[in-house]
């Protein structure tokens, strides 16, 4: 491979960078000419966008109020005629919606309950705010136009909904809103300087107006601008606000409440914008034809290192080393050294579950019967001891048959930690299988190995208690050792596992030493 004759990244990125911006300087100028009229459709059409947008938020908080007075209309109060109660739990529901009062009345307009007054306090016996004839016949939720509440006299709207009240076939839940409410909404869109924002209700209303909202609201809108509201969902047209300011103004009218949004755009903020566009393009052009050369050589000098910090850790991976990557400020190279971490760990990992019990997280037989071979070779160089525990589980079948392997398992790995709870940490607990287990006890004798043993025949025998479940287990435990039971591992685990076998016999629940009763446990 001619590693010296390959073109660098710098180089590449060079030629790239050539390719791409002469073409676009060249385009740039091309776009210096496109005409106003373009831009402005343009921004217009950026401006239905931002209409959109505005008008889904107001949809969505209707729909919030629809959606908490229907699950208010579900309410056992209501079906109990429990209306005090009702009455506390519109209240709290209150709290956290986008309303200013909760009114339950019948299809008359009497309220029955209003929580901007006192329960029991005398309400209004005619205040349709809502169109209740035609709620009660569609069945379906209404919002009202733009009305002067009968409490407090400022202007407002409605949501409402029908719910069935006891004794009265249907009556209307609704959450009135004032129309400030609507205003802040248009403010939280931070339309630009000089932009009017304006909700306009069904009927062509002046709900709210981010300029002179007090002045405007509850007034009609021009005629032109019923006209063409009326006659289609969304648009843009030129007209005279009724501030005298030329604009364009871009409407779009709710399918789902029937009102308007629309921004009145002053044609001057279009040439502006238009104006200012083009400047930024020309001395963007300027700047990008200036500097792209040296930012391609830079960069490409910075992927190039990025690249080469990659040679050490995938060296270290293929000797099975462990993978230490240092940050590479590219993300596509850190990537890759990401992948050659979580490749080495998944190596490691691999390695691991090899050697380990997948239930318990103990070493397996094959892991501890290399560990043994190795401390023998110790033990014959040093004169040391090492002693093994052959453990069966005793009645682990019938808590397999009765409760089942899962509850099985659990109890496996409390016996696992009981294990390595009862031995030093320089000693070794294993699973071998089944409901067999291992210890490996370091500079240990027999003797000194049969009274751990005991212990740990203590400790398994204690009830463990798995989900308010007691169950009861014991252990038989055959104890073998360097010297006198083997020289090797396999000697020394197969003399344990013939003293455990002879545990079994002898009644369960005790240790026996290889050849040698030693004790019986109580």
Not at 34 to 41: G, I, L, M, T, W
Not at 42 to 68: E, F, K, P, R, Y
Not at 293 to 321: C, T, V
Request: hydrophobic share 45%; glycine share 8%.
């Amino acid at each position: 491979m001619q590693v010296s004759k390959s073109p660098s990244i710098r180089s590449q990125l060079v030629l790239l960078v050539m390719g791409c911006i002469l073409p676009a300087v060249a385009m740039a100028a091309l776009l210096i000419f496109h005409d106003y009229q373009r831009a402005r459709e343009q921004l217009a059409s950026n401006s239905l966008s931002t209409v959109h947008a505005m008008a889904a938020v107001l949809d969505g908080d209707l729909a919030t109020i629809t959606a908490s007075l229907n699950a208010l209309g579900t309410s056992p109060h209501l079906a109990s005629h429990n209306f005090a109660a009702f009455y506390d739990q519109a209240k709290d529901v209150l709290q956290h919606q986008f309303g200013d009062n909760i009114v339950l009345s019948d299809l008359r307009g009497a309220q029955l309950i209003n929580t901007s007054r006192p329960y029991g306090a005398q309400l209004p016996s005619h205040a349709r705010t809502i169109p209740m004839a035609a709620m009660a016949r569609t069945g379906k939720p209404m919002v009202s136009d733009l009305f002067y509440g009968p409490i407090f006299g400022r202007p407002a709207i409605a949501v409402g909904v029908p719910v069935h009240c006891p004794g009265i076939e249907i009556c209307a839940l609704s959450s009135g809103v004032f129309a400030e409410r609507f205003v802040n909404l248009l403010h939280r869109q931070n339309l630009p300087p000089g932009w009017t924002g304006v909700i306009f209700d069904g009927n062509g209303t002046v709900v709210a107006r981010t300029r002179d909202n007090t002045q405007n609201v509850g007034k009609k809108s021009f005629p032109l601008l019923l006209q063409k509201i009326s006659g289609a969902r969304e648009g843009a047209f030129e007209r005279v606000t009724s501030d005298g300011i030329p604009a364009v103004t871009v409407f779009s009218r709710s399918a789902v409440s029937n009102w308007t949004v629309a921004i009145d755009i002053p044609t001057s903020a279009l040439k502006h914008e238009l104006w200012r566009t083009l400047s930024w393009l020309i001395l963007a052009a300027a700047i990008l034809l200036a500097c792209s050369l040296g930012m391609a050589w830079w960069i490409g000098d910075r992927i190039a290192r990025s690249i080469r910090g990659l040679r050490g850790p995938a060296l270290a991976l293929g000797a099975g080393d462990a993978v230490v990557v240092p940050p590479l400020h590219v993300k596509e190279a850190d990537e890759v050294g990401a992948s050659l971490v979580r490749a080495s760990g998944m190596l490691h990992e691999a390695r691991h579950q090899a050697r380990h019990d997948a239930l318990t997280g103990l070493p397996n037989r094959a892991l501890i019967a290399e560990i043994v071979e190795k401390q023998l070779a110790l033990c014959q160089r040093n004169g040391s001891f090492l002693s093994v525990l052959y453990i069966d589980l005793d009645g682990f079948k019938k808590i397999n048959d009765e409760y089942g392997h899962a509850m099985g398992d659990r109890l496996l790995c409390m016996v696992a930690e009981r294990l390595k709870t009862g031995i030093r940490e320089s000693d070794l607990a294993a699973r071998l299988g089944g409901d067999e287990f291992g210890v490996v006890l370091i500079d240990a004798a027999v003797e000194d190995a049969a009274v751990v043993a005991g212990k740990l025949v203590d400790s398994l025998s204690v009830p463990y208690v798995i989900d308010a479940l007691e169950m009861e287990i014991s252990a038989s435990i055959g104890v073998a050792g360097f010297p006198d039971s083997g020289l090797t591992g396999k000697a020394i685990f197969h003399c344990a596992d013939d003293a455990m076998y002879e545990a079994k016999a002898l009644g369960k629940r005790r240790v026996v030493v290889a050849r040698e009763v030693v004790a019986k446990i109580a």
